[in-house]
């Protein structure tokens, strides 16, 4: 006899799917990937010239490629502000969502339930059920809208 597959694996599998989507999605049009694009160009462009400097011991060079670091930081800063806004814009909902997932598998004694089940595992809790389930669409969907670290540029 198979063991049954419980409602709560589907349920947090689809929750995951449709954050992980919403987010994906909003990430695609929030963020300004041309921008990143030609901001990460430059930063390997300085990293590159600033490495060659080091290497060869050229005081002018080494100068001039440190000269332009600020520069370099400012644009990082951008970059990091540009990929961090979807996230200012989900943290509370997100927090929120959280603690509503988690008060509903909780048993009388208030101990996280199973949610999922693993053969040679055991059960898995809605914490990890749900970040398995969001890095695996979290993958897919960067690959599929072009977001993410890893994405296509």
């Known amino acids: 006899m198979e063991p049954q597959i ?3 694996t589907i349920f947090v599998l689809l929750l995951a799917l449709l954050l992980t989507f919403v987010t994906s999605l909003a990430n695609r049009l929030l963020t ?3 921008q990143l694009a030609s901001w990460k160009k430059q930063i390997s462009e300085w ?7 080091r290497k060869s011991g050229d005081k002018k060079l080494l100068e001039k490629a440190t000269r332009k670091q ?14 961090f806004k979807v996230t200012l814009i989900f943290i509370v ?12 598998y909780v048993d009388a004694e208030g101990m996280q339930v199973a949610v999922a ?3 040679g595992f ?10 398995l389930c969001s890095f ?7 690959h599929l809208l072009g977001v993410g670290m890893g994405a296509p540029e």
């Open 6 to 8: 419980p409602n709560s």
């Open 32 to 34: 300004n990937r041309e």
């Open 47 to 53: 990293q590159e010239e600033f490495n060659k400097a």
């Open 70 to 83: 600020k520069q370099v930081m400012q644009i990082q800063s951008k970059m990091f502000m540009q990929q």
């Open 93 to 104: 909902p997100f927090f929120l969502f959280w603690m509503w997932l988690n008060g509903l």
């Open 117 to 119: 089940f693993f053969p």
């Open 122 to 131: 055991g059960g898995i809790p809605v914490f990890y059920w749900y970040l």
């Open 136 to 142: 695996a669409f979290g993958t897919v969907f960067s």
